[in-house]
């Protein structure tokens, strides 16, 4: 069964430095999506990506924030100088159609910054 | 904007008790809705979903029925499991690219 990939599955970062988290997306999926979880709170939005273009970013997505595709396979999101309460699960999804109807999700990237 | 409100936890059941876990939603028109299941340790999978009124989503013994009237979704299975314990998520979907989560309820259940 198709699947969403994320690497890597924890990393770990001093405070200031730059992040990028990496997701390989299902194979015939047309919009990606990133997620965060910070640790016993809820799942929120940060940024949907179609055509090589934002479709739509959360409040969250500041300037600190960047996706990029940059190949046929691969969609990342950098985090240019990480804060410590950038701390969180990041998840990376894909789906066929919009967010309206189901988004495969992968099994999510745990960031620690120290 | 839209938004889902779930049950707060944690949800504590012994083996083969019913469960329910209350979801209700605030759309303009409707949404798609569905209930993610994140096991410890793991990531979101989706459990199922229902994308018009009335439908029913199914999954492993796991139910949920899209009712416009209430605008609820709440989540029921006849008999738990031990291997269900986990955090449930109940999200909606809408015209535009994003889930909307709930904040997720904690199941425990007990031999």
């Known amino acids: 069964e198709p699947e969403v990939t994320q690497t890597p599955s924890h990393q770990v970062t001093q405070m200031g430095q730059e992040v990028i988290l990496r997701c390989v997306p299902i194979?015939?999926?047309?919009?990606f999506y990133w997620y965060r979880q910070i640790l016993g709170q809820k799942v929120e939005f940060l940024v949907s990506f179609y055509n090589n273009e934002i479709s739509e970013k959360s409040e969250i997505f500041d300037d600190q924030f960047s996706v990029e595709r940059p190949d046929g396979s691969n969609f990342t999101l950098k985090i240019r100088s990480t804060k410590l309460e950038d701390s969180a699960m990041y998840f990376c999804?894909?789906?066929?159609?919009?967010?309206?109807?189901?988004?495969?999700f992968g099994q999510g990237t745990r960031l620690t910054v120290v | 904007g839209n938004s889902v409100t779930q049950m707060e936890g944690p949800v504590t059941l012994s083996e083969e008790a019913f469960l329910t876990i209350n979801c209700t939603y605030t759309?303009?028109?409707?949404?798609?809705l569905f209930w993610y299941v994140q096991y410890p340790g793991e990531g979101l999978q989706l459990l199922l979903k229902a994308t018009k009124a009335d439908d029913k989503g199914s999954n492993k013994g796991f139910e949920a029925t899209y009712r416009k009237e209430t605008t609820s979704f709440h989540l029921e299975k006849g008999s738990v499991q031990v291997s269900d314990s986990a955090v449930y998520f109940c999200a909606g979907g809408d015209s535009s690219y994003k889930l909307i989560f709930g904040s997720g309820t904690r199941l425990l259940v007990r031999p």
């Open positions: 759309a303009t028109g409707y949404p798609s």
């Open positions: 194979s015939n999926h047309l919009y």
């Open positions: 999804a894909s789906s066929e159609v919009p967010g309206g109807t189901e988004a495969f």
